[in-house]
């Protein structure tokens, strides 16, 4: 291969999928992000119309991923032309908390997208986190082997976090929101970064970072052996861990107009905006 193509075509190797609703269209689609995330090519054209049909067919996906960009027959769409939605749009959450060992089980919800709105008391409490995607299903069981749970988890995605009403009523740090999808099996970030972004003008704002470990797929596969005691993993499920806080950056609500951001190394960002 000569050309263009030539430099991008290694950086494909990692799949970035998202959801988004074209403008003047009230469908959700299925898109491809090319590598400088500046377009989405939708995947309509290839019979994907859900994400449980995209991690179906994520093997294809993986291996065709840039004759998908640069194809003919593709249809694709700038940032500016579409709105994203959450990547995994219903899903159900396993959650590990840092400051809890005991994991929780959340049923299916609406998620918020890249570009959504939080309150300001949700945006106070605002935790980073890190999710990886069940692909395939898992039988309840009291042992899963590592091979096993490689194939399964599919994928990764940034996560945004704050506290939920539980079944007891107390509040649970639970997913509030998701970035796009990414593919980089045996392969995830060091670290996640939370970013308070003051309201332009606004030099007293609440502009600072928090870098946080990232954690490990050891801890991903113990998060899922003890979900896998009581519950079969499906595809969609999200696994996710909140990773420790030595101390939180501001427990004041954030003033309208600001920003919520949480990034990792080859996930992206996922921005909220502050009402």
Request: glycine share 8%; hydrophobic share 45%; aromatic share 4%.
């Amino acid at each position: 291969m000569t050309g263009p193509a030539t430099d991008v075509a290694p950086r494909l190797s990692t799949l970035r999928l998202v959801c988004f609703v074209p403008h003047e269209r009230d469908a959700v689609h299925v898109g491809l992000l090319t590598p400088d995330a500046q377009r989405v090519v939708d995947l309509l054209h290839l019979g994907i119309t859900d994400i449980t049909e995209a991690f179906e067919r994520l093997q294809m996906l993986r291996q065709a991923a840039g004759a998908i960009i640069h194809g003919a027959a593709s249809t694709s769409f700038a940032m500016r032309e579409v709105h994203l939605v959450a990547s995994v749009p219903l899903a159900r959450s396993v959650v590990q908390d840092s400051n809890d060992s005991t994991p929780r089980f959340a049923d299916p919800a609406t998620l918020h997208g890249p570009g959504g709105h939080l309150g300001r008391i949700e945006s106070a409490a605002a935790r980073p986190g890190l999710a990886v995607v069940v692909g395939d299903t898992i039988h309840a069981t009291h042992d899963c082997a590592d091979d096993v749970l490689q194939r399964a988890l599919i994928g990764s995605v940034v996560v945004l976090g704050w506290p939920h009403h539980g079944a007891s009523g107390a509040p649970e740090l639970r997913p509030g929101a998701v970035g796009p999808f990414v593919a980089v099996p045996r392969r995830r970030p060091e670290s996640v970064m939370l970013t308070r972004v003051a309201p332009v003008g606004d030099i007293d704002g609440p502009d600072a970072q928090q870098i946080l470990t990232a954690p490990g797929d050891a801890q991903f596969f113990a998060l899922a052996r003890a979900a896998l005691r009581s519950h079969t993993l499906r595809p969609g499920d999200l696994l996710t861990i909140f990773p420790a806080v030595a101390s939180p950056s501001s427990d004041a609500p954030m003033a309208p107009g600001s920003w919520v951001r949480v990034s990792a190394p080859g996930l992206g960002t996922l921005s909220l905006a502050v009402r």
